[in-house]
């Protein structure tokens, strides 16, 4: 039996090298590779002696980014369990509705969530983060054996459409993920990681995987906040930022906006990135943004690089090496560039299915994301939007995120939302849920007038509200049921 590849497996690899490289900061520790390996290794026997973790187990992690997020993830895979990522943005019942579905034998949460406790059974049994450091002081022993069957993660995807989904996801094939995302991002060995991005996430715990794979060190704080994320990026030396698109704009409104001058790539995914977002942080930062489009089940599809952020701001870039992308029609024929169609992705990064037994659609060995989008003449790929966030307005087809980008154009607006309200003349009728920068105006005639010069007549917006702020999840993705009222 080998440890092989995966979360333990690569950091064990790290600390038989490199022991005293370090592994992770957070606020309150550095960890070093040496440091981790052992601490790992003491936790997954705690966890067995202690809590009865077996193999196939299935474990709720409910934490926000921590070293110790970090190390109780590592021990469950290191036991042959699986670690189920619960994303901290669900609601009390959601999070017992997971528990339930995911057949939880344990669940290990930071006390900050206490209160999203209420509705999980009490028979269902839970560990405070805050005991870890106890738990490996009084730990039986650090020696480890690989358990027959390697461990696995279960990473929820977000519940944009519906309840989370758990994607199971076994240790990635071998390098296939850097070799991929090295093909299209500059990412050096040793490389200084802040990630933003939740670790709940595929994003975020994308990332992590990066960073062992590359002996790198991964720099957290809990919570994402402009000034004191910048703040441990230039006290660490940070050379990368790992972010959701929200995290940029709050960047960009940071009071005394901080400089950067280690980062040299700011990688963002999870949710569209708008063009003149992108543009807007080029200015601010430097030409270092990089846009992944992907999704839990697919991992990522494409990657766009500041060059091609500049002459198509709005772009998801290439498929990067391993990775293919397809845009089928509804019959599954092949697309020509610029027709709209639906995303399928191919690469050796696949889901392995989702833990409910569902499955997902497949053309060959291509795998459909879900979402819509076309190829620019040049092979650049442009997502419209999710195939369930299509409106059909009149008989036409609109995607909200064409109709998003325009009207984000305008300098005085923060943040855009676009839905298909009901209509009884039509079917549906567009909407619009606009924020706008403080202190600025703009009327509704204004932003109608200005869609209609750029997009076709049934784009342009019926109905449009101004809003404080957009109602967005964990990962910053706008939840659309919410813009409604109830
Ligand atoms: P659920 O499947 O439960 O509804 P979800 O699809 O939102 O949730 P995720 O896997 O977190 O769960 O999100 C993937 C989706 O996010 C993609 O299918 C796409 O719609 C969107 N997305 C991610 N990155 C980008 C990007 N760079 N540009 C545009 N859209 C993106």
Redesign the pocket.
């Known amino acids: 039996r080998r440890w092989g590849f995966g979360v333990f497996g690569e950091m064990r690899s790290a600390a038989a090298r490199d022991p005293g490289r370090v592994a992770i900061h957070d606020e309150h520790r550095t960890v070093t590779y040496g440091e981790l390996d052992l601490r790992v290794r003491r936790l997954a026997n705690a966890l067995r002696a202690g809590h009865g973790v077996r193999p196939g187990d299935r474990v709720g992690l409910l934490c926000e980014n921590s070293a110790a997020m970090i190390e109780s993830l590592m021990a469950v895979v290191a036991l042959g369990a699986q670690a189920v990522l619960v994303n901290t943005g669900l609601g009390n019942a959601q999070i017992e509705a997971v528990a339930h579905d995911q057949s939880l034998s344990l669940l290990l949460h930071d006390d900050t969530f206490l209160g999203m406790l209420a509705a999980v059974p009490p028979n269902l049994p839970r560990l405070s983060t805050e005991r870890i450091d106890g738990l490996i002081v009084r730990s039986p022993s650090a020696d480890l054996d690989p358990p027959a069957e390697p461990g696995s993660i279960v990473v929820l ?6 309840a ?2 758990g994607a199971r996801r076994r240790n990635p094939a071998g390098l296939a993920p850097l070799a991929s995302v090295v093909s299209r991002i500059p990412l050096n060995a040793g490389e200084r990681m802040f990630v933003a991005a939740p670790l709940f ?2 994003w975020g715990l994308a990332a992590l995987q990066l960073c062992l794979a590359l002996r790198g060190t991964i720099v957290l704080t809990r919570r994402f906040a402009p000034a004191s994320t910048l703040a441990a990026v230039n006290a660490h030396g940070c050379t990368s930022l790992f972010a959701v698109p929200v995290m940029l704009q709050r960047m960009l409104e940071a009071p005394g906006a901080v400089a950067a001058p280690t980062l040299k790539v700011v990688a ?6 708008t063009g003149p977002l992108a543009t807007r942080f080029m200015d601010a930062y430097g030409d270092v943004l990089y ?7 697919a991992s990522w599809a494409s990657i766009a690089v500041p060059k091609e952020l500049r002459s198509a701001p709005g772009t ?1 870039g290439r498929p990067p090496h391993g990775t293919r992308v397809a845009i089928l029609s509804d019959r599954g024929a092949k697309l020509p560039p610029n027709e709209v169609g639906r995303i399928f992705v191919g690469n050796d990064m696949l889901f392995e299915g989702y833990t409910n037994g569902t499955g997902r659609e497949y053309h060959g060995d291509l795998i459909a ?3 819509v989008g076309h190829l620019s003449a040049d092979g650049l790929l442009f ?1 419209d939007g ?1 195939e369930d966030d299509m409106v059909i307005s009149g008989g036409e087809n609109v995607y909200p995120a064409a109709v998003e980008d325009v009207i984000a154009e305008l300098p005085q607006v923060r943040e855009v939302a676009v839905a298909g309200v009901l209509d009884e003349e039509f079917g549906q009728r567009l909407a619009a849920w606009i924020a706008l920068h403080p202190g600025e105006r703009v009327d509704a005639d204004a932003v109608r007038e200005y869609v209609r010069h750029r997009l076709a007549r049934f784009s342009v917006p019926r109905d449009v509200y101004f809003v404080t702020a957009l109602p967005r999840n964990a ?1 910053g ?1 706008v939840v659309r049921r919410q813009l409604f009222p109830s």
Do not use: F, I, Q, W
């Not at 995807?157 to 519906?162: A, D, L, Q, V, Y």
């Not at 846009?291 to 089940?297: I, K």
């Open positions: 995807t977000s519940g944009t459409t519906g989370p989904k996430h595929t963002v995914s999870g949710s569209a990135l846009n992944l489009y992907g999704s839990t089940e998801a994301t879900g979402d997502v999710r990962t993705k």
